[in-house]
């Protein structure tokens, strides 16, 4: 780990608990999609579903204390499916047995809050979620094959 | 983030009564902004003349 956040060599990305260090996040995901032939689709959703489980642990599970560390690996377990690993050292929170909330509805409702997580899981393929000794590790998968981003939209 | 950019300016504007609309965003966007019901408090046009309408 680096820690300055600028570690975009090989399959992990090393990010300090900081907004700024949202940046470092699409370039590295272009490099991946390249490399591994991701389609642009996918790749919006890779880009979507990990800007929102990352400014969700810097700003709700370190309450913006700038300090702390995100660690994200890629694999590729198989053919045409991709997996982002987010480990961090924060309180537990597990997005995946959150209750979901309702789609805003009304300018008055500044707080969009918890959109993340819909986001997430309508963008997504899969989500695993563990709690570790020192924070939590959330697991966000992706097809390209029937991919959910296709099969998803049409159900608005 | 990107939603947040779109809701409090909206909110502003609205709240001097303005009117603000969404043109033309392409599929992946549209459907971020339709799963999150920012469609339902800003409008999403894809043609220009409607959109222009929606202003007036």
Redesign the interface.
Known sequence: MTGNGNDTTGERLNLRSRMFE?THLHPWIERLALRHRIPA?TQ??MN?CL??AI?NIIRHGYSGDPDHSIVICFTSPREDYFVFVVEDEAPPFNPVELPEL???????E?A?GG?GV??LR??ADALEYQETPAGNRLSIGFTVTGSA?AK??ER? | ?G??AL??P??AI?GRGGKIVIFGPN??VE??L?????D??IPIHHELQNAIAALQ
């Open positions: 949202l689709n919006f959703a979507l800007e929102e400014s309702p789609p805003l509805n009304s300018l008055e500044l969009i959109q819909r986001l309508r963008f981003v998803k939209s608005g | 983030m939603l947040r809701v409090a909206a909110r609205k599929e992946l459907k971020v339709k799963t999150s019901g920012v339902t408090m």
